[in-house]
Every structure is written in structure tokens, then in C-alpha cells.
């Protein structure tokens, strides 16, 4: 199901004398220009850009037209971000410009849908060298639709499926750690030796030396590489790039495939493609939120979070904790909740959240996730029955064990639980059975 948002701009984005026009909408006002400056990076910027519209175009998996979906751009505080998921939702891109990558002020802060047309992606294609790159988000001046209006209006559909990945792409990110760093020399030897584009072979980068060496089979220190073909993004901007950092959760010798995040870092901006576990998963399914979702005050305090947000580049969760009068794992199940809405991200460079806006809807959690609206069914209908550490969840046609082990993860005797174990989120007993007993964050 699309989200559909209604976005106007007054003419397409173009490349002129001046620089780069970006056209936008969204924002307090309508049509506004939080940005106005050179970038400080014009060559590296016109390709990150470009690898981030590329992903929003592209399917990996069961490759098909392009998808043709404009990119998201945030100004807050002294940033710019891009970002965009693949027509799959397997991937997320983001482009980070950082303050010095900008020449000019952000004057304002706000979330939109950035037009990236045929035309402005030739154009950008052809910025290269020293030649200056100027950006200004929003045009100048806005013209009002009426029935005589020379306003272009637009009718951009936001897939659902985007802003279930934003969400379940923050939670899952916010537990990577840096797990390798090279340099760019040793970064463009190791993209030259990946699979093509079309490879779903699940692979595994492990620090070798001032380079990654791939395996067939996970250790300690690797970094999962599902389907390496949709890292091919990150070649346009390798010219430009200092060094190639690799974020990922910790694995084991046996671990299942798990998402992971490749950031290319020039110093002025960071371009990052985060992966899905496997080429064909598509992060709006991965279930990685659902345990936050669970506890029974996180909408309320979801709407406390939410009023407090300020536009800081990066959200300290322990003062914002602070602020709210809440502890700090109610405010991260709260920032959860507003990831439903995309009203949230997570930076795993800066190893915090950062805020952006778009239309929240506290209701959208429980629409989007039929196994959470399973789950408060089961609880509501009494078919939980407690039995110490584990339970029992009678529904009309079947009984299902719920087990909880020593470590707070659950098991389920159900096709779901026997199917995934455990790796796309918890089933609908599971997470009943959180409900009924377990504190916020302990299900996993």
C-alpha cells in the first residue's frame, strides 16, 4: 500500500551557469530553500548523487523497468542528506554532505522529495574537475496553484515498503559496530573483485592485513557481503574516496547472513549502501522493530519524543532521556515508533539518530505490521497462559509453545518461528508473550 504525498515544484531540477537548482518540496512552508551555497566537492557530490538516485531506480532482486523513485533530502543544522531505497527495498543509500562539503548556510531544516530527472542526471554526469557546484534546495520564490497557476504539481507516491525500511533500517543499524577500515586504493582493488551484479551468493569480509579478504563462511570480525553486485553504486564516487569503512553486527564461526552497512567517506560527504541479508529480503519485512513496537506506552511516549526533537545533526539519546523524564530504553522504543514514519534515522559513522520530517501517523505501527495487530489480538482475546519462564498461546485452530531462553530470546513452535528462526523478527505468539510479561527491548 503507497502513502501517497502531494509535492509541487515550479520547474524540473536543472544544472545552470549558476549550479545545481535543486527543485523540492516540503518543509514549514510550502516551496521553502533550507540551502543555498556551493558545494565544496562538486564532482564527488554530483556522483554520490547520482549513486543514490541509481538505487532508488534500481531492483536487484527480479531485475525489472526501473523503478523511476525520487530520492529524500534533509537540511538540518549545518548537514545535507540524500537518501533512497532500491525498488527491492534491499537496499538503502545514503549521502551524508557534511559541513565541509557546504559552502553556504543552512537558513532552515526540513525533510522533502528531491526531483532527480533524466536531464539533471545527464547533467550531473558531466561535472567533473574544479568546475563549481551550486546548490539550492527549494526555488526562490513560490507561485501559488490556482486555476491559473503555473505551478507543476505532482502526485509522488511514497511506497509503504519505504517507510517500513526506514524504520526496520534504524533498528537494525543502531546495533553495527565499525568493523573495517582501508583506504581508497585497497578499496577499489577489493569492489573490482566482487561477484557481477545478478551473484546471490552469500559472502563474508574479513580484515586481512590493509585489505578484506572474502570467505565463503562467517568468524569473528566479519562483515556479511549478501549479494555483493548491489555495491556496485559505490564505484562512481571511488575516485574521490579517502577510505571504505564496513559496519555490521557482531557475528560468530555459523552465524546467519545479516545486514550490513559500506560507507565511502571523501572527508566533505559520505556515501553508505546498506545491505539486506540476502538479495531477495527487503528490509519492510525484516520485523526488527516489532519488539519496540510492543510495549503499551510507546505511543504516548513516542508523542513526547517526537515534541522534543530539535534538528541536532545527531540525537543524544541520554539527554533527550533526560529531557523527557523517561529511561533511556523507553526513548529508544519511542524513536522506534516514530521510524515507523521515517521521523527518525541512524547514522552508524556518528553512532547516533538524527531527525527528519515527514507526515506521522502514531496508528501507522499497528497498520503496517500484521503481526503486531496478531499479537495485541492474542492478548486481548486472553490466549496467553504464562508457565514460568515460558507459555502457552491457544489460538481458534492451533496451540503453539513459546519458550524464553537464558539469553531473552524466543522460540516458538510455530511454522513462522520453524521457518526464520527468529532472524526476520518475532512471530505473533512471541510477541504476545513480550507483551504480557517481558520489559520493552527484551525480545529479540
Given at each position: 500500500?503507497?502513502?501517497?504525498?502531494?509535492?509541487?515544484?515550479?520547474?524540473?531540477?536543472?544544472?545552470?551557469?549558476?549550479?545545481?537548482?535543486?527543485?523540492?518540496?516540503?518543509?514549514?512552508?510550502?516551496?521553502?530553500?533550507?540551502?543555498?551555497?556551493?558545494?565544496?566537492?562538486?564532482?564527488?557530490?554530483?556522483?554520490?548523487?547520482?549513486?543514490?538516485?541509481?538505487?532508488?531506480?534500481?531492483?536487484?532482486?527480479?531485475?525489472?523497468?526501473?523503478?523511476?523513485?525520487?530520492?529524500?533530502?534533509?537540511?538540518?543544522?549545518?548537514?545535507?542528506?540524500?537518501?533512497?531505497?532500491?525498488?527491492?527495498?534491499?537496499?538503502?543509500?545514503?549521502?551524508?554532505?557534511?559541513?565541509?562539503?557546504?559552502?553556504?548556510?543552512?537558513?532552515?531544516?526540513?525533510?522533502?522529495?528531491?526531483?532527480?530527472?533524466?536531464?539533471?542526471?545527464?547533467?550531473?554526469?558531466?561535472?567533473?574537475?574544479?568546475?563549481?557546484?551550486?546548490?539550492?534546495?527549494?526555488?526562490?520564490?513560490?507561485?501559488?496553484?490556482?486555476?491559473?497557476?503555473?505551478?507543476?504539481?505532482?502526485?509522488?507516491?511514497?511506497?509503504?515498503?519505504?517507510?517500513?525500511?526506514?524504520?526496520?533500517?534504524?533498528?537494525?543499524?543502531?546495533?553495527?559496530?565499525?568493523?573495517?577500515?582501508?583506504?581508497?586504493?585497497?578499496?577499489?582493488?577489493?569492489?573490482?573483485?566482487?561477484?557481477?551484479?545478478?551473484?546471490?551468493?552469500?559472502?563474508?569480509?574479513?580484515?586481512?592485513?590493509?585489505?578484506?579478504?572474502?570467505?565463503?563462511?562467517?568468524?569473528?570480525?566479519?562483515?556479511?557481503?549478501?549479494?555483493?553486485?548491489?555495491?556496485?553504486?559505490?564505484?562512481?564516487?571511488?575516485?574521490?574516496?579517502?577510505?571504505?569503512?564496513?559496519?555490521?553486527?557482531?557475528?560468530?564461526?555459523?552465524?546467519?547472513?545479516?545486514?550490513?552497512?559500506?560507507?565511502?567517506?571523501?572527508?566533505?560527504?559520505?556515501?553508505?549502501?546498506?545491505?539486506?541479508?540476502?538479495?531477495?529480503?527487503?528490509?519492510?519485512?525484516?520485523?526488527?522493530?516489532?519488539?519496540?513496537?510492543?510495549?503499551?506506552?510507546?505511543?504516548?511516549?513516542?508523542?513526547?519524543?517526537?515534541?522534543?526533537?530539535?534538528?541536532?545533526?545527531?540525537?543524544?539519546?541520554?539527554?533527550?532521556?533526560?529531557?523527557?523524564?523517561?529511561?533511556?530504553?523507553?526513548?529508544?522504543?519511542?524513536?522506534?515508533?516514530?521510524?515507523?514514519?521515517?521521523?527518525?534515522?541512524?547514522?552508524?559513522?556518528?553512532?547516533?539518530?538524527?531527525?527528519?520530517?515527514?507526515?506521522?501517523?502514531?496508528?501507522?505501527?499497528?497498520?503496517?505490521?500484521?503481526?503486531?495487530?496478531?499479537?495485541r489480538a492474542l492478548v486481548e482475546r486472553g490466549a496467553v497462559e504464562r508457565d514460568g519462564e515460558n507459555a502457552t498461546v491457544r489460538t481458534d485452530a492451533e496451540t503453539y509453545r513459546v519458550r524464553r531462553h537464558p539469553d531473552g530470546a524466543y522460540s516458538c513452535s510455530c511454522r513462522w518461528w520453524a521457518r526464520h528462526r527468529g532472524q526476520r523478527g518475532p512471530c505473533r505468539h512471541a510477541l504476545a508473550v513480550s507483551m504480557v510479561a517481558a520489559p520493552v527491548g527484551a525480545l529479540s
Amino acid at each position: 500500500m503507497n502513502a501517497v504525498q502531494t509535492y509541487r515544484y515550479l520547474q524540473p531540477s536543472t544544472l545552470r551557469a549558476a549550479g545545481l537548482d535543486l527543485q523540492t518540496c516540503g518543509g514549514p512552508a510550502a516551496n521553502p530553500r533550507f540551502f543555498a551555497g556551493f558545494l565544496t566537492a562538486p564532482a564527488a557530490a554530483a556522483a554520490g548523487l547520482l549513486a543514490v538516485a541509481e538505487v532508488a531506480r534500481t531492483r536487484y532482486h527480479q531485475p525489472v523497468s526501473p523503478a523511476s523513485l525520487d530520492p529524500v533530502v534533509t537540511g538540518s543544522r549545518g548537514r545535507l542528506r540524500f537518501e533512497s531505497f532500491s525498488g527491492c527495498c534491499g537496499v538503502y543509500a545514503r549521502m551524508d554532505v557534511l559541513p565541509a562539503g557546504l559552502d553556504g548556510e543552512i537558513s532552515g531544516h526540513g525533510t522533502t522529495n528531491v526531483d532527480v530527472n533524466p536531464p539533471l542526471r545527464e547533467a550531473l554526469a558531466r561535472v567533473g574537475g574544479i568546475e563549481p557546484l551550486h546548490v539550492a534546495v527549494g526555488p526562490d520564490d513560490l507561485t501559488v496553484s490556482t486555476m491559473d497557476g503555473a505551478v507543476v504539481e505532482r502526485k509522488v507516491p511514497l511506497p509503504g515498503r519505504w517507510l517500513r525500511g526506514f524504520a526496520e533500517v534504524h533498528v537494525l543499524t543502531a546495533g553495527f559496530e565499525p568493523r573495517a577500515e582501508i583506504a581508497a586504493a585497497e578499496a577499489a582493488a577489493f569492489l573490482r573483485r566482487l561477484p557481477a551484479a545478478g551473484d546471490r551468493s552469500v559472502l563474508w569480509a574479513v580484515p586481512a592485513g590493509r585489505t578484506l579478504r572474502l570467505t565463503s563462511r562467517p568468524a569473528p570480525g566479519a562483515v556479511c557481503l549478501a549479494g555483493a553486485g548491489r555495491l556496485a553504486a559505490l564505484r562512481g564516487v571511488l575516485r574521490h574516496t579517502r577510505t571504505l569503512r564496513a559496519y555490521g553486527p557482531a557475528v560468530r564461526a555459523g552465524s546467519p547472513a545479516v545486514p550490513s552497512t559500506w560507507e565511502l567517506d571523501t572527508g566533505a560527504l559520505r556515501l553508505s549502501l546498506t545491505l539486506s541479508p540476502e538479495p531477495y529480503r527487503g528490509f519492510s519485512g525484516e520485523g526488527a522493530a516489532l519488539a519496540a513496537l510492543a510495549g503499551d506506552d510507546v505511543v504516548d511516549d513516542a508523542e513526547l519524543v517526537g515534541a522534543l526533537l530539535n534538528w541536532d545533526p545527531t540525537i543524544d539519546v541520554a539527554a533527550l532521556a533526560d529531557a523527557a523524564a523517561l529511561p533511556d530504553e523507553r526513548v529508544r522504543a519511542a524513536l522506534a515508533q516514530l521510524g515507523t514514519a521515517g521521523r527518525v534515522g541512524y547514522d552508524v559513522a556518528d553512532g547516533a539518530y538524527f531527525h527528519r520530517v515527514m507526515p506521522y501517523d502514531a496508528g501507522r505501527a499497528e497498520r503496517d505490521n500484521p503481526r503486531l495487530v496478531g499479537a495485541r489480538a492474542l492478548v486481548e482475546r486472553g490466549a496467553v497462559e504464562r508457565d514460568g519462564e515460558n507459555a502457552t498461546v491457544r489460538t481458534d485452530a492451533e496451540t503453539y509453545r513459546v519458550r524464553r531462553h537464558p539469553d531473552g530470546a524466543y522460540s516458538c513452535s510455530c511454522r513462522w518461528w520453524a521457518r526464520h528462526r527468529g532472524q526476520r523478527g518475532p512471530c505473533r505468539h512471541a510477541l504476545a508473550v513480550s507483551m504480557v510479561a517481558a520489559p520493552v527491548g527484551a525480545l529479540s
